[in-house]
């Protein structure tokens, strides 16, 4: 949104994206952004940054450069008394800034300033190339880097660039074991910190010191009990910066994430496909490659790649349909099957594709269709050449022209 100017002062301009800036100072910094240019260099390491107090501020963060306040509890150094203050309520549990409308507390004042955003719905920080908005400033920056196709994240290890910090840190634990060093010493796990091993050495004791005062459910940790408690008060605090959806955990946030970067990190060892979650990859190796296929149906000898998997096809024996749609009064067999059905109603299309912004209101109607951009045909004939989009386009192909040409000959 353009700001306005005060009738007689000078207007700073940015002549590449429209934007006011309040000083001739600040449209010079800003200008930067545009053009490249980071003329503070650090003399410690090859860093460099688009002003002198950003390089200050690294300087005393990563190298530690000038007087340092440390905490007294832990040890930790901070640049800045200011810094330390705010650091030493996560010791005292302190937190001195309350919202008023649903009385939630923070550590510090902006934290509580972008809060409030959730109940105004105000979003200040809005996207020059599609005029999409945000309430965070991180957050807007983390969405131009779909329109600059920047990964500033680099892997030490591996070609993959990432949009985000904690994808790149998230990448080096699942596929380069970077810090794993805590093994447990009932099934030789190994972990990336003592906190975690001490929290999955309880799945081997049953320990669940964590309890919901609400419904009386424990849990292993801290963490899992928060997420949990979003489940009664409808808290869905990580929302993509692309789309808008909300969700309850950062880990659900990740995932959902790379629908829109296209990442698919587990990749199969048997053949060429790869899945956004490690779940999808463990159910491709069950059902395709016949890994660990252990529950056969009593009915008809089918073998499933779970226990889940085979209640849900007993279903089609017993015709037993225990979702119902409120809306329409049809059922199924599974929630995840009524979840989608409802989108007919609600008219949801959560999983847009980034190409031609065409949405889309499954995710594997969504991959099926990002084929059309990329040219991929993961479904190859074995009788023939040809390859295809879908699996189902593979066997009409199948059924149609190799079924006809046996026929013929028989």
Known sequence: MPQRIPAGK??????????????????????????????????????????????????????????????????????????????QRSHSGERPFRCRVCDKAFMVRTHLTVHQRTHTGEKPYECSDCARAFSKKAQLMIHQRIHTGERPYGCSECQQAFIQKSDLTNHKKTHHAVGKSHECSECGKVLSSKSTLVIHQRTHTGEKPFKCDICDKAFTSKAHLIAHQ????????????????????????????????????????????????????????????????????????KVLSCKSTLIIHQRTHTGEKPFKCSVCDKAFTAKSYLTVHQRIHTGEKPYKCNDCKKAFATLSTLIGHRRTHTGERPYACNECQKAFFRKSALINHQQTQHRRKSSHTE
């Open 230 to 301: 979003r489940i009664h008060t409808g808290e869905k605090p990580y929302e993509c910066s692309n789309c808008e959806k909300a969700f309850s955990t950062k880990a659900h946030l990740m995932i959902h994430w790379r629908i829109h970067t296209g990442e698919r990190p587990y990749g199969c060892s048997e053949c060429q496909q790869a899945f956004i979650q490690k779940s999808g990859l463990t159910n491709h190796l069950q059902s395709c490659h016949a890994r660990v296929k252990s529950h056969g149906c009593s009915e008809c000898g």
């Open 10 to 87: 000078e207007s700073h301009e940015c002549c590449d994206c429209r934007r006011v800036l309040p000083s001739k100072l600040k449209l010079i910094t800003h200008q930067q952004t545009h053009t490249g240019e980071r003329p503070f260099g650090c003399n410690q390491c090859p860093k460099v940054f688009i002003t002198k107090s950003a390089l200050v501020y690294h300087q005393k963060t990563h190298h530690r450069e000038g007087k340092s306040y440390g905490c007294s509890k832990c040890g930790k150094a901070f640049p800045w008394k200011s810094k330390l203050i705010l650091h």
